[in-house]
T-cell receptor, first 110, second 114 residues
Framework: RKEVEQDPGPFNVPEGATVAFNCTYS??????FFWYRQDCRKEPKLLMS?????NEDGRFTAQLNRASQYISLLIRDSKLSDSATYLC???????????WGAGTKLIIKP | NAGVTQTPKFQVLKTGQSMTLQCAQD?????MYWYRQDPGMGLRLIYY???????DKGEVPNGYNVSRLNKREFSLRLESAAPSQTSVYFC?????????????FGPGTRLTVL
């Protein structure tokens, strides 16, 4: 089993719709969780950190479920510019090394 | 303020050739990283440098060496390139190398080994 697993997609979603995807992680000792965004042939960029209480940044909401060991990302009122690959990132144990999921590809259609 | 820069952007090597990938950051960050990204896989850590003067192996260090030349620069060397090293290489930097730090990435180097 991979340490961090994501549905590769692609998720094809009409503009304006709400889309959500999950990421599961295997290490119960992980403490830090992130969503990064990667545009085609570009570098990853931090989208948001994921806090235990959940957090929201504009149209984006991230949630953490420690009991089931997954994090989620919800995008409301999706825009064409949201088309990208979303990378789930988790730290390994108490080590600050990060484990990266392979990403979920999102395509927003007009 | 360029952030993290990498050179070259593209490179084609023949099996057995050597090369050095350069990375520099102007954010005054302490920690720097080298990752590789292959299709269908997450970023994998090759080497990292928690601070100037230190380097440590990551998940996939075989076939690579690194040098933390100073606080700004962190280079990755392939001594004898192999086709399995065909990949996209990203350099990243973060403030203190803690688990909560944001990592800032360079634009990547696309390497093909024939």
């Amino acid at each position: 089993r991979k340490e961090v697993e994501q549905d590769p997609g692609p998720f094809n979603v009409p503009e304006g719709a709400t889309v959500a995807f999950n990421c599961t992680y295997s290490n119960s000792a992980s403490q830090s969780f992130f969503w990064y965004r990667q545009d085609c042939r570009k570098e990853p960029k931090l989208l948001m950190s994921v806090y235990s209480s959940g957090n929201e940044d504009g149209r984006f909401t991230a949630q953490l479920n420690r009991a089931s060991q997954y994090i989620s990302l919800l995008i409301r009122d999706s825009k064409l510019s949201d088309s990208a690959t979303y990378l789930c990132v988790v730290n390994r144990d108490s080590n600050y090394q990060l484990i990266w999921g392979a990403g979920t590809k999102l395509i927003i259609k007009p | 303020n360029a952030g993290v820069t990498q050179t070259p952007k593209f490179q084609v090597l023949k099996t057995g050739q050597s090369m050095t990938l350069q990375c520099a950051q102007d954010m005054n960050h302490n920690s720097m990283y080298w990752y590789r990204q292959d299709p269908g896989m997450g970023l994998r850590l090759i080497y990292y440098s928690a601070s100037e003067g230190t380097t440590d192996k990551g998940e996939v260090p075989n076939g690579y060496n690194v040098s933390r030349l100073n606080k700004r620069e962190f280079s990755l060397r392939l001594e004898s390139a192999a086709p399995s090293q065909t990949s996209v290489y990203f350099c990243a930097a973060s403030g203190y190398g803690t688990a909560t730090d944001t990592q800032y990435f360079g634009p990547g180097t696309r390497l093909t080994v024939l």
